[in-house]
């Protein structure tokens, strides 16, 4: 079975936040990452001692893998950082405003409104 999948840095390498590949065996491919084996942009993230995940897998071929790295879009396709950015949302969303609220004009207030 064909997996394209994708691994995500705890921290960027320099530019990079993610890496996504294709393999026809998971669990050997995810241990060559490990021991530094095939890609350079993990064997630098290695070097660096920078932790990650495999954050994503999805059945498919080399063509899948290309369509998707060709989106230039993989923080859109990682489900950790979905998570991230909307838990940033509703953190921004939960700031009180400090818009001024504004007052009701004079003209606006009648007499028998008033409690005296």
Same mark, same amino acid.
């Given at each position: 079975m064909s997996t394209v999948y994708l691994i995500h840095f705890e921290k960027p390498y320099q530019h990079a936040?993610?890496?996504?590949?294709? =393999? =026809?065996?998971? =669990? %050997?491919r995810i241990a060559?990452?490990? %021991?530094g084996v095939g890609s350079r942009l993990l064997q630098a993230v290695n070097n660096a001692g920078i932790k990650w995940t495999v954050a994503g897998t999805w059945s498919g071929n080399r063509k899948f893998e290309r369509q998707l790295k060709r989106?230039?879009?993989t923080p859109a396709l990682c489900p950790l950082c979905i998570g991230d950015a909307a838990y940033k949302r509703a953190r921004k969303a939960e700031k009180?405003?400090? =818009?001024p609220v504004r007052a009701a004009p004079s003209s606006a207030v009648i007499e028998r409104d008033l409690p005296f």
């Open positions: 936040k993610h890496y996504l590949g294709f =393999t =026809t065996d998971l =669990t %050997a060559d990452h490990r %021991a989106r230039k879009e009180p405003s400090l =818009t």
